[in-house]
């Protein structure tokens, strides 16, 4: 079974940094892009980072650059965030999703959510 | 990069048809052949229902649909059932500095 677990999420204090998790399974995780995604509370999706299958490219929405950066570990089938600088509007549940199809995401995890307040 | 426009909510009864727009630009949807479309049930995670506008994933009911015309996307699920109530999103590819760029998002409800 194709499966996403994130983990790492919790409460963290303005500009404080938090590293969030992603452990794939049931595929061949180097051969497929890899996505976060972020919800806050009550509101729409958000794409946030994405980084290419052997890591060499990567890219961010403007509001998350210089302060977040996406990576992976290829040999242990996993993806990380590591958020620094946080801010108040950060709080959010964040997804990781594979790019399984032409530009699809396909699945996603349960999410973790990160909670950024003093 | 701003978000796509779709409509707040939509309904119908069952067994009638709900169609869902999403427009954006000519750099996002207007640009590329690459609008999915994602299902959201309260608390769950999204699960993608269309991908290259008109596909279908494997497992994705024919009542879902896609088609794009310029800068808007729509969806459009027939035969309306209790399950299809959630919230759907679109989304385009948006080039190589902003990848991607999700819609507002739209809240189905079944009468």
């Known amino acids: 079974e194709v499966q996403l677990v994130e983990s790492g999420g919790g409460l963290v204090q303005p500009g404080g940094s938090l590293r969030l998790s992603c452990a794939a399974s049931g595929f061949t995780f180097s051969s497929f892009s890899m996505n976060w995604v972020r919800q806050a509370p009550g509101k729409g999706l958000e794409w946030v980072a994405n980084?290419?299958?052997?890591?060499?490219?990567?890219y961010y929405v403007d509001s998350v650059k210089g302060r977040f950066t996406i990576s992976r570990d290829n040999a242990k089938s996993s993806m990380y965030l590591q958020m620094n600088s946080l801010r108040a509007e950060d709080t959010a549940v964040y997804y990781c999703a594979r790019v399984a199809y032409r530009f699809g995401f396909d699945p996603w995890g349960q999410g973790t959510l990160v909670t950024v307040s003093s | 990069q701003s978000a796509l426009t779709q409509p707040p909510s939509a309904s119908g009864s069952p067994g009638q048809s709900v169609t869902i727009s999403c427009t954006g630009t000519?750099?996002?949807?207007?640009?590329?052949?690459?609008v999915s479309w994602y299902q959201q049930h309260p608390g769950k995670a999204p699960k993608l229902m269309i991908y290259e506008v008109s596909k279908r994933p494997s497992g994705v009911p024919d009542r879902f649909s896609g088609s794009k015309s310029g800068n808007t996307a729509s969806l459009t699920v027939s035969g309306l059932q209790a399950e299809d109530e959630a919230d759907y999103y679109c989304s385009s590819y948006a080039g190589s500095n902003t990848l991607y760029v999700f819609g507002t998002g739209t809240k189905v409800t079944v009468l």
């Open positions: 980084i290419k299958e052997q890591g060499s490219e990567r």
């Open positions: 000519s750099s996002d949807v207007g640009g590329y052949n690459y």
